[in-house]
Nanobody, 121 residues
């Protein structure tokens, strides 16, 4: 079984920074795109940032210039560095990845359990 486990959420003031981490564990063969989504109360889940296995990144317009997504392929881990946080960044942040298990040829889209990020003074 493959799991995605996030860490690094918390409560910060506007303008501060946080770094989220998400590690994949289990019988992993390979991972294609990894990314972060978020869901605020009463809103739909939205893509924040993603990164391919080759390092190609994609960002939501609302976080460009403030957030940076990166990954360590050797550790099957993706990171989200969030700077200049705003109250509107408050949400549950979910890790997402396309994972192929060992001995399988199929990639399955997987989700972490989510981590709360609250930006408030």
């Amino acid at each position: 079984q493959v799991q995605l486990v996030e860490s690094g959420g918390g409560l910060v003031q506007p303008g501060e920074s946080l770094r989220l981490s998400c590690a994949a564990s289990g019988s992993i063969g390979s991972i294609k795109t990894m990314g972060w989504y978020r869901q605020a109360p009463g809103k739909e889940r939205e893509l924040v940032a993603s990164i391919t296995s080759d390092g190609i990144t994609n960002y939501a317009d609302s976080v460009k210039g403030r957030f940076t997504v990166s990954r360590d392929n050797a550790k099957d881990t993706v990171y989200l560095q969030m700077n200049s946080l705003k109250p509107e960044d408050t949400a549950v942040y979910f890790c997402n990845a396309d994972i192929r298990r060992l001995y399988s040829s199929i990639f399955i889209n997987s989700w972490g359990q989510g981590t709360q990020v609250t930006v408030s003074s």
